[in-house]
């Protein structure tokens, strides 16, 4: 079993419309949690922290479900500059250093 | 400011070579990560440093080395090339917090022959 894993999608959304999606990871002792954005052929980049009592940024909102070892990751208002993969990302720490650990990521795609 | 850096971008090889690959990080961050990314997955842990020591290795042979300097920057060597070794080299790089996000450099792209 993958330590993190998620659904490889496509999610294909219509503009304005809320997509959401899950990521599970297997290791309790996991401390932070992240999702990044990647673009075609392009880098990781930072999307959002994910805390305990969940967060919103503009149209993302992320959650934690420690019980059932769970995140998610909420878009509302789909623009088509949100067409991408989305990676989540579990940190924990062994030796009191954290590793990262990536989910395959899901791929959205926002049509017109 | 800078973001992490990370030469050369593209890289072409033959079985069997050597390549080494550099990445300088964001001013400040005294950590390095190194992963690689196939086609399809997400990037897969290979190395961390942190004060030029080695923090956490990941599942990769010992033909993966690495190293940081007193200026933070690394390199990542990889010896007797394989064709499976064509990947997206990632480089990330984070405060001392163990817990902080990573930031990630553009990559270099080896492909190997």
């Known amino acids: 079993r993958k330590e993190v894993e998620q659904d490889p999608g496509p999610f294909n959304v219509p503009e304005g419309a809320t997509v959401a999606f899950n990521c599970t990871y297997s290791?309790?002792?996991?401390?932070?949690f992240f999702w990044y954005r990647q673009d075609c052929r392009k880098e990781p980049k930072l999307l959002m922290s994910?805390?305990?009592s969940g967060n919103e940024d503009g149209r993302f909102t992320a959650q934690l479900n420690r019980a059932s070892q769970y995140i998610s990751l909420l878009i509302r208002d789909s623009k088509l500059s949100d067409s991408a993969t989305y990676l989540c990302?579990?940190?924990?720490?062994?030796?009191?250093?954290?590793?990262?650990?990536f989910g395959a990521g899901t791929q959205v795609v926002v049509t017109p | 400011d800078a973001g992490v850096t990370q030469s050369p971008t593209h890289l072409i090889k033959t079985r069997g070579q050597h390549v080494t690959l550099r990445c300088s990080p964001i001013?400040?961050?005294?950590?390095v990560s190194w992963y690689q990314q196939v086609l399809g997955q997400g990037p897969q842990f290979i190395f961390q440093y942190y004060e030029k020591e080695e923090r956490g290795r990941g599942n990769f042979p010992d033909r993966f080395s690495a190293r940081q300097f007193p200026n933070y920057s690394s390199e990542l060597n990889v010896n007797a090339l394989l064709l499976g070794d064509s990947a997206l080299y990632l480089c990330?790089?984070?405060?001392?917090?163990?817990?902080?996000?990573?930031?990630f450099g553009d990559g270099t792209r080896l492909s190997i022959l």
């Open positions: 001013s400040g961050h005294k950590s």
């Open positions: 994910v805390y305990s």
């Open positions: 990302v579990v940190n924990f720490l062994t030796d009191s250093w954290g590793k990262l650990q």
């Open positions: 990330a790089s984070s405060s001392d917090n163990s817990n902080q996000p990573q930031h």
């Open positions: 290791n309790s002792a996991s401390q932070s």
